[in-house]
C-alpha cells in the first residue's frame, strides 16, 4: 500500500491540482498537508490583509476537501519539520508539491530534496507539478538563451504554445483516518495587527464565482473598460491567482481568442507567466534594478508619508492610495499612476513603493508586485525608462467625472466635475469640501524636469 503526501502551498485549491490529481492517480491513501511556515510568518512578507485571506482559504480548502472524505493536515512551524514528521508518521512513499519559483520556494524544495535522499535515504520521493504557472519559466527562451526581458517576443512564443488543459477535482481522496489534523490557527495569532474593512471574500468557492461572473460578459470588454477607474472593468481575480485559489490554466483555457476583449486579457494572464520567468531568471528582482538607470533616490519622509497616506494633493493619486488602504486591492491603472508619481515626481526608490504595495495588498507577490513597480519606475522592461504619467491627465482620461476620486477621497465629495481632477486651479473650488484637502505636494512641470535632469546627469 502506497501513501503520498500533498504539500499545499500557494495552490489552495482542489480543482486543476496538478500535484493532488497525481497523488490521488499514484497512490493508495493520500496525506494532504499545509503548513502555517513560521519563516514565512515572521518576515515582512506576512502582510494582516494577505494572511487574513489566505486563513480564510485554507480553511475553505479543508471543507473542500472533507467533502471528498479526505480533511487537511494543518501544523505550524518549519516546513522542513512538519513534513519530517508527518512522512515518517504515515510512512509516506511520495512527496507531491507544486512548483514555484522564488528563491524562498527554491530553497524549500530543495530542503525536501536533501530529506527523501539524504535523511530518509531515498525512501521519499519528491515530486513537483506545474500549479503555479501556466508555462514554467524556461520552456520557452529567446534566441540568445537565458530568459525574456522584454514582453511581446515572449507573448508571441507564449501564445503559439499547446497549452495545459485544466484537470477536475478529484472525487474522491483517500485520506487515513488515524491522523491528528490539527487546530486551524485564529488570525490573531498569525498576525499583530487588524486585515483592511473591505477585503475581498477567500476561497476557492468565491474564486470559481467571480471567474464565472467575469467570463459571462464582462470579459467581452475588457479591452475597452480595463482602464477606467470608476468602473468593474478587471477581473479582481489577482488575490485567487497569487493565493492559487483558481489556477491560471483553467482561466487561460476559457478564453475565446476570437474576442478583443479576451485577446487582452489573455495578455494579462501571460504578463504574469513573464514576470515569474524574470522572477526566476533572477532571484534578486524585489531588491536590485533590471536595467539600472543609476538613480540617485531621494529620502523625503514627509513626501512618502504623503504618498502613503493618500495626501499628495492629486486626487486620483490619493484615491489610489486610500483605495489600497481600505480594500487590500487597487486598480491597475491607478497603480501605474501612483508607483509613477512616487517614483518620478518625488523620486523616491521604487523598493519604498514596492513594499509598501506588499504591506497591504492581498495579491501582493513577488513576482507581479517587484516586476511591474521596476518596469514603471523604468529600471525594468519598459523600453522607456523615463515614461512619466502626468496625474491630472491621467484622471481626466479615465476618470472623467471623478467617480473613482469621489468614493475614496470623501474632502473632495462636492467639488464639480470640471475641478475635481486638478482643485487647485480653481480658488475657492475646496470651499464647500470636508475636511482640509492639501495642496499639491509637487509642481508637476518642476518635478519632470527634476526627473529628467536626474535621469541625464
Known amino acids: ?26 497512490a493508495d491513501r493520500v496525506v494532504p498537508l499545509f503548513v502555517f511556515d513560521d519563516a514565512i510568518l515572521g518576515s515582512r512578507y506576512a502582510a494582516p490583509n494577505r494572511v487574513s485571506h489566505l486563513l480564510d482559504a485554507v480553511v475553505e480548502l479543508r ?33 507531491h508539491l507544486s512548483s514555484d519559483v522564488s528563491g524562498y520556494a527554491r530553497r ?6 536533501s530529506l527523501a535522499r539524504d535523511e530518509l535515504e531515498g525512501r521519499l520521493r519528491v515530486y513537483t507539478h506545474e500549479g503555479i504557472v501556466l508555462v514554467p519559466p524556461g520552456e520557452i527562451e529567446p534566441s540568445g538563451g537565458d530568459h525574456f526581458k522584454v514582453f511581446s517576443p515572449y507573448w508571441r512564443r507564449w ?26 490557527p485564529r488570525l490573531d495569532e498569525l498576525v499583530d495587527t487588524a486585515p483592511g474593512a473591505d477585503l475581498p471574500p477567500a476561497g476557492e468557492s468565491a474564486a470559481r464565482t467571480r471567474m464565472e461572473e467575469w467570463f459571462d460578459g464582462p470579459v467581452d470588454a475588457y479591452e475597452e473598460r480595463r482602464n477606467l477607474l470608476a468602473e468593474d472593468g478587471t477581473s479582481r481575480l489577482s488575490p485567487y491567482l497569487h493565493m492559487g485559489e483558481i489556477s491560471v490554466a483553467e482561466l487561460v483555457a476559457r478564453v475565446d481568442r ?3 476583449g479576451q485577446e487582452a486579457f489573455l495578455q494579462e494572464l501571460c504578463w504574469r507567466d513573464f514576470n515569474h520567468q524574470m522572477l526566476a531568471a533572477r532571484p534578486d528582482l524585489p531588491h536590485s534594478d533590471i536595467r539600472t538607470q543609476h538613480d540617485r533616490w531621494r529620502d523625503d519622509e514627509d513626501a512618502i508619508e504623503a504618498w502613503k497616506q493618500g495626501r499628495t494633493g492629486y486626487p486620483v493619486v490619493d484615491a489610489g492610495m486610500r483605495q489600497l488602504l481600505r480594500d487590500g486591492w487597487m486598480h491597475n491603472r491607478a497603480r501605474m499612476i501612483v508607483a509613477s508619481f512616487l517614483t518620478k515626481h ?29 518596469w514603471t519606475a523604468g529600471t525594468g522592461t519598459d523600453s ?25 477621497v470623501d474632502e473632495l465629495a462636492d467639488v464639480d466635475d470640471p475641478h475635481i481632477h486638478a482643485p487647485w486651479e480653481a480658488e475657492g473650488t475646496l470651499l464647500g469640501g470636508e475636511g482640509d484637502y492639501p495642496p ?8 519632470r524636469a527634476r526627473f529628467l535632469e536626474a535621469r541625464d546627469a
Open 384 to 408: 522607456r525608462p523615463n515614461r512619466m504619467f502626468n496625474p491630472v491627465t491621467q484622471s481626466e482620461r479615465y476618470d472623467p467625472q471623478g467617480t473613482y476620486i469621489r468614493r475614496y
Open 346 to 374: 518625488l523620486y523616491v526608490d521604487w523598493r519604498v513603493g514596492a513594499w509598501h504595495f506588499m504591506d497591504h495588498l492581498v495579491d501582493g507577490d513577488l513576482a507581479n508586485n517587484f516586476g511591474q513597480w521596476q
Open 159 to 184: 501564445v503559439a504554445l499547446e497549452h495545459r488543459q485544466p484537470e477536475p477535482a478529484p472525487s474522491r481522496v483517500p485520506m487515513p483516518t488515524a491522523i491528528r489534523t490539527g487546530t486551524m
Open 258 to 260: 476570437s474576442q478583443e
Open 108 to 113: 524549500r524544495e530543495e530542503a525536501l530534496r
Open 63 to 95: 471543507s473542500a476537501l472533507g467533502e471528498r472524505g479526505a480533511g487537511l493536515v494543518v501544523r505550524r512551524g518549519e516546513v522542513l519539520d512538519a513534513v519530517r514528521e508527518m512522512v515518517v508518521e504515515v510512512r509516506a512513499d511520495e512527496l
Open 440 to 447: 499639491p505636494i509637487v509642481d508637476h512641470r518642476e518635478a
Open 1 to 26: 500500500m502506497t501513501t503520498a503526501v500533498v504539500l499545499f502551498t500557494r495552490d489552495l485549491r482542489v480543482h486543476d491540482h496538478p500535484a493532488l490529481t497525481a497523488a490521488v492517480e499514484r
